[in-house]
């Protein structure tokens, strides 16, 4: 008879268990749904305790609490992870919702392109429940070519290349460093929204970083610069002083000339986009 209540018991204590995580909802979204090869794919991902219970989410030897399945169309079987995923220790109190971005380039080689998808599951505490979220699908595209150079640094043969790709609509300016020898992608930016109005000036500097003056909008040009690891190091936004718009190398570096820096006025007087902002 013990026995039998203990089973009834441990029974109960499941049920109640699965209730208590029967409301937890993921949700997976892409920053955006294009990315250049190379660039950080970044994805947000939402978790919502709709329920009465704390939930504490931790990682164990061997087992983090979040993990990733990615695909590829037209390939069979997920992609490989390169890395595993450890994000911190997550404490969702009842009815809280949190949110965060991470890079999925951090933990699987994304290196070609082509159509993805990616699927988010969470292990609850008692090891063994699992929720998973929606599939997020996203794009890696290699973009057009707009100019090119070839360089060597590091003891690579690598091209720094200048790329133009729709997103959201609007033309987008990415850089993007290869190496020539394996043709693999070392790393790939966005460097500025493209309003073709003028051709983008491209020239490299004496440490071989990719510096890109464009026009952004019918008021504003952005100066970007790419280093040879496909990182963009600045971006700022100038105003049009008069005469040519255009970038040129000088005992001092690169410059860029008919323009000057923009300085933004103080808030609540104009609102203007930053050259830092992505273009979603």
Known sequence: MKNIFRILFSILCLLLCNQSFAQIELRLQPVRKEFIVGEHVALKLTIINQTDASVALKNTPGRPWLNFSVTKRGEQGPVSPVATARFPELVLTPGSTRSF????????????????????????PDGHSTYSSNRALFTLTNGGKVREFNIQ???????????????????CLFGQAI????????????????????????????????????????????????????????????????????LISTGKG????GVTPYVAPKPGTENTRKASERPF
Not at 224 to 241: E, V
Not at 254 to 257: A, D, N
């Open 254 to 257: 690169i410059m860029p000339i």
């Open 153 to 171: 640094a590091r003891g690579q043969n690598i091209r720094m290349s200048l790329r133009l790709a729709v997103v959201n609509s609007k033309e």
């Open 179 to 246: 190496d020539k020898d394996t043709n693999q992608v070392i790393g790939a930016c966005y460097l500025a929204e493209y309003l073709n109005f003028m051709h983008p000036r491209v020239i490299l500097d004496s440490a071989q970083n990719l510096h890109v003056l464009c026009q952004s909008s019918p008021d504003f040009f952005t100066y970007s610069i790419m280093n040879t690891h496909g990182a963009r190091s600045s971006a700022r936004l100038y105003k049009r002083t008069g005469g040519m718009v255009d």
């Open 101 to 124: 971005e991470f890079n999925l380039k951090s933990i699987y080689r994304l290196s070609t392109n082509g159509s993805y998808s990616v699927t988010a599951t969470i292990r609850m």
